[in-house]
T-cell receptor
Framework: DTEVTQTPKHLVMGMTNKKSLKCEQH?????MYWYKQKAKKPPELMFV???????INESVPSRFSPECPNSSLLNLHLHALQPEDSALYLC??????????????FGQGTRLTVV | AQSVTQLGSHVSVSEGALVLLRCNYS??????LFWYVQYPNQGLQLLLK????ATLVKGINGFEAEFKKSETSFHLTKPSAHMRDAAEYFC????????????WGLGTSLAVNP
């Protein structure tokens, strides 16, 4: 199994809503990532979890709250988002964050629209 | 600090023609380099990676890339383009030091004309 699974595929939410994005991998990877991607732009790193601990937070606003319940799961909790937060949110995993030569495996993403 | 430059935000080729997507890097240490492809409305998929084992790297879907230290380049090529190759292509370098995050190029959009 070499997949990273993200749910839902599409999400429309109002600015007062609370929602969560979910990500799952069963490759035994110990690093998991959240990225935000705007159209025709490279992905922007948001958070990195290494061995289930938050390792990097790229100064992301607190309306985005990550959670890593176990080594296979990664959530992104959303609250009070703004329309400019509309984007493709990508989850990724890699074998070990400290290994330079390992690649990241990406999920298909959640297309988020904030109205 | 590491950086990546992709020359040409848009490349258009005819079906069956050579594909050449350019990537130049800047790195103070031996780099680890990656090419990813993103098809419309999908996530990113690894095409190939350079990890210092061999300078000519073969990837999936007939793509390959050659690492040239003297030119600080890692250009992606495919001998014969197919319509299904139309996508966004990103080159990335792994940051050195304790921060191992990927540094991304701005991407090149490849169009394949019939």
């Amino acid at each position: 199994d070499t997949e990273v699974t993200q749910t839902p595929k599409h999400l429309v939410m109002g600015m007062t809503n609370k929602k969560s994005l979910k990500c799952e991998q069963h490759m035994g990877h110990r690093a998991m990532y959240w990225y935000k991607q705007k159209a025709k732009k490279p992905p922007e790193l948001m958070f990195v979890y290494s061995y289930e601990k938050l390792s990097i937070n790229e100064s992301v606003p607190s309306r985005f709250s990550p959670e890593c319940p176990n080594s296979s799961l990664l959530n992104l909790h959303l609250h009070a988002l703004q329309p400019e937060d509309s984007a493709l949110y990508l989850c990724a995993s890699s074998q070990d964050f400290s290994q330079e030569n390992t690649e990241a495996f990406f999920g298909q993403g959640t297309r988020l629209t904030v109205v | 600090a590491q950086s990546v430059t992709q020359l040409g935000s848009h490349v258009s080729v005819s079906e069956g023609a050579l594909v050449l997507l350019r990537c130049n890097y800047s790195s103070s240490v031996p780099p680890y380099l990656f090419w990813y492809v993103q098809y419309p409305n999908q996530g990113l998929q690894l095409l190939l990676k350079y990890t210092s084992a061999a300078t000519l790297v073969k990837g999936i879907n007939g793509f390959e890339a050659e690492f040239k230290k003297s030119e600080t380049s890692f250009h992606l090529t495919k001998p014969s383009a197919h319509m299904r190759d139309a996508a966004e292509y990103f080159c990335a370098v792994r940051a050195a030091g304790n921060n191992r995050k990927l540094i991304w190029g701005l991407g090149t959009s490849l169009a394949v004309n019939p």
